[in-house]
T-cell receptor
């Protein structure tokens, strides 16, 4: 089992839709988690961090379920500009990234 | 402007020809790291550094070397590149080697080894 696993997608959704991604992790000692957004082969950029049960920023909500060892990212009212790959990451110095989930938002 | 820079951005080379990819950050960050990204495999950590003169292996260190002589610079060295090192490379830095710090990434270096 990979240390961090994501559904690769792609997720194809219409504008205005709500979409959710999950990310499972195997190291129960992980303290913090991050969602990064990556546009086509450009550098990843931080979208949200998750330290406790969850975090919300506008249309984006991240939740952490320690018992089941997964974090989720919910995007409400999807925009065309949300089309990207979303990477899940466990924090720490020896950090692990998931392979990413691709999202396409269509008009 | 706070940033992580990498050079070169694009490089095509031949097997066995030593190369160095430079990485520099101007944010006084303690932690720096190198990743490679390949289709379907995501970002895999090559080496990381918690501070000057402190480096350690990530998940895929074979065929790579690093050094951290100054806080701002963290070069990646390929002593004898091979075609399986063709990849997209990212350097990143964060304030500290803590679980709670986000990473800031450089723009990437696309390397092709023929």
């Amino acid at each position: 089992r990979k240390e961090v696993e994501q559904d690769p997608g792609p997720f194809n959704v219409p504008e205005g839709a709500t979409v959710a991604f999950n990310c499972t992790y195997s190291n129960s000692a992980s303290q913090s988690f991050f969602w990064y957004r990556q546009d086509c082969r450009k550098e990843p950029k931080l979208l949200m961090s998750v330290y406790s049960s969850g975090n919300e920023d506008g249309r984006f909500t991240a939740q952490l379920n320690r018992a089941s060892q997964y974090i989720s990212l919910l995007i409400r009212d999807s925009k065309l500009s949300d089309s990207a790959t979303y990477l899940c990451n466990t924090g720490g110095f020896k950090t692990i990234f998931g392979a990413g989930t691709r999202l396409f938002v269509k008009a | 402007e706070a940033q992580v820079t990498q050079n070169p951005r694009y490089l095509i080379t031949v097997t066995g020809k030593k190369l160095t990819v430079t990485c520099s950050q101007n944010m006084n960050h303690e932690y720096m790291s190198w990743y490679r990204q390949d289709p379907g495999l995501g970002l895999r950590q090559i080496y990381y550094s918690m501070n000057v003169e402190v480096t350690d292996k990530g998940d895929v260190p074979e065929g790579y070397k690093v050094s951290r002589k100054e806080k701002r610079n963290f070069p990646l060295i390929l002593e004898s590149p091979s075609p399986n090192q063709t990849s997209l490379y990212f350097c990143a830095s964060s304030l500290e080697a803590s679980s709670y710090n986000e990473q800031f990434f450089g723009p990437g270096t696309r390397l092709t080894v023929l």
